[in-house]
C-alpha cells in the first residue's frame, strides 16, 4: 500500500512519542513505514545543536523563551545557503528510503526536505502533524512547501493561518497517543501495585520526563509536605544527581526510578500525575483518564505556556507556577482530583492516529 516516511528529531521526546504512535497505527493499516531523524543523521553541527537545545531544556528551561526567539528571528530552516549545503544529504537521505509519503511532526523539518521534493518533481506529498497544541509555537512549523497541515486543535489551526498557511491546507485531527496509554484494568492495577509494593494510600507520579529537567527536588519535597502519607513516584529520566538525591531521604513511601519503558503503568496506576506541560506527556496523561497537574515553576517555555493556560481554561488539568500551588492542589485531595475527571473525557477523545493515517491513505486513493 506505499512506503510512510516519518520525520522526527530526539529535541524534544514527545516529538518521538508521536512517531512511534503514528508508526505503530500506520504498519496495522498496512503501510509500510519507516522513522528517521534527519538532524541528527545530517552531521555533527545539528547532533551539537540538538545537544544544546535538550541541554537547555533539562538544565536552565527558563532560557527556553531566549533560544525560543533566536530560532525564530534566525529562521534557519528558511536560509538558502543552509539548504544549498543541505541537498546532496537530502538526495541521498531519500534515495535511501523512497517514500512514497512524506509526514514530519517536527517544527525543524518542514521546508528543506520538502522543497527539494518540490524542486525535484518527484511527486511524494509531504505532510506535517504539529504536536503543539496550542500557540505560541515555532514559526517552523509553516511552511509553503507542506502539501497538508494536520493540527490537533482549533486554536493550533486559527495560529497557522495567521502565519500564512492557507485554511484549506490545514485539517483538525486529535493528538495521537501510544497505544498503550489507556485506563488501567482493576487486574492491572492491583498487578501494578503488588510488583511495586504500593499500600492503599493516595498514589502520586512526579513524572520527570527523559531528562528529569527542573525543580523536581523542591517539588517532591512541596508534594510530601502536603501529602505525608502517601506513595510518591518519582521518574528522574536520566537524571541520576537526582536520583541519588531522593534516595538518600530514606523515605519509606518514596520510590524513585530512572528512564522508564513502561511509563504507561505508572501513569495509570496514578491518582494524580505531576508533570511539565509537554504535549504528548499530558495527552498521554489525559489518555489514561488520570487528572494531571501542569507544572510552570522557573518559568514556562514557550511552545508549553499554551498547554498550560489551555488546561485551566478547559478544566483538563491542574496548574501550578509556585510551590504554594501544588501544595494547594494535593491538599484537595483524590475527591477533588476526579472532579475533572468528566471535563478531562469531553477536551479529549483518545486518538492512536487513526485519523492522520486515514488522511494519508485518502491521499493516495484513486479519483
Not at 492503599?200 to 509536605?225: E, F
Not at 499530558?282 to 511552545?303: D, F, I, S
Amino acid at each position: 500500500m506505499g512506503k510512510l516516511l516519518i520525520l522526527s528529531s530526539d529535541t524534544g521526546e514527545g516529538h518521538n512519542s508521536a512517531a512511534r504512535a503514528l508508526e505503530a497505527t500506520a504498519a496495522t493499516a498496512g503501510l509500510q513505514v519507516s522513522v528517521r531523524k534527519p538532524l541528527e543523521e545530517s552531521g555533527k553541527l545539528n547532533r551539537t545543536l540538538g545537544s544544546l537545545y535538550n541541554t537547555i531544556l533539562t538544565r536552565c528551561p527558563q532560557q527556553m523563551g531566549s533560544y525560543f526567539w533566536l530560532v525564530d528571528r534566525c529562521r534557519p530552516n528558511e536560509r538558502n545557503f543552509l539548504y544549498s549545503n543541505a541537498r546532496r544529504f537530502i538526495k541521498k537521505f531519500l534515495d535511501s528510503e523512497q517514500p512514497d509519503t512524506v509526514l514530519s511532526v517536527h517544527p525543524m523539518l518542514n521546508h528543506f526536505i520538502q522543497r527539494f521534493i518540490k524542486e525535484e518533481k518527484l511527486g511524494i506529498p509531504c505532510h506535517t502533524f504539529l504536536t503543539d497544541p496550542f500557540p505560541p509555537f515555532w514559526q517552523g512549523w509553516a511552511s509553503p512547501w507542506v502539501d497538508k497541515f494536520l493540527v490537533p486543535t482549533h486554536e493550533a489551526l486559527q495560529e497557522l493561518t495567521a502565519m500564512g498557511v492557507a485554511a484549506w491546507r490545514i485539517e483538525q485531527v486529535p493528538m495521537p497517543v501510544r497505544s498503550q496509554f489507556r485506563p488501567f484494568t482493576t487486574a492491572a492495577r492491583q498487578a501494578f501495585c503488588e510488583e511495586l509494593q504500593l499500600d492503599y494510600a493516595t498514589t502520586i507520579l512526579l513524572n520527570g520526563g527523559a531528562r528529569g529537567g527542573g525543580p523536581l527536588l523542591s517539588i517532591y519535597q512541596a508534594a510530601r509536605r502536603a501529602a505525608p502519607d502517601a506513595n510518591i513516584l518519582v521518574v528522574c529520566g536520566s537524571n541520576d544527581a537526582l536520583r541519588h538525591r531522593l534516595q538518600t531521604l530514606r523515605h519509606p513511601k518514596t520510590q524513585t526510578f530512572g528512564f522508564v519503558h513502561d511509563i504507561h503503568r505508572f501513569i495509570a496506576c496514578s491518582d494524580l500525575v505531576l508533570t511539565k506541560p509537554g504535549a504528548l506527556s499530558t495527552y498521554e496523561t489525559l489518555a489514561c483518564g488520570v487528572p494531571v497537574l501542569l507544572l510552570g515553576l522557573r518559568g514556562l517555555m514557550p511552545q508549553e505556556s499554551g498547554l498550560f493556560h489551555a488546561a485551566a481554561h478547559y478544566e483538563f488539568g491542574f496548574v501550578a507556577s509556585r510551590l504554594r500551588d501544588v501544595e494547594e492542589i494535593i491538599n484537595q485531595g483524590r475527591q477533588t482530583w476526579n472532579r475533572i475527571r468528566s471535563s478531562l473525557a469531553a477536551f479529549y477523545q483518545v486518538s492512536y492516529g487513526e485519523e492522520i493515517v486515514e488522511r494519508i491513505l485518502h491521499a493516495h486513493a484513486p479519483a
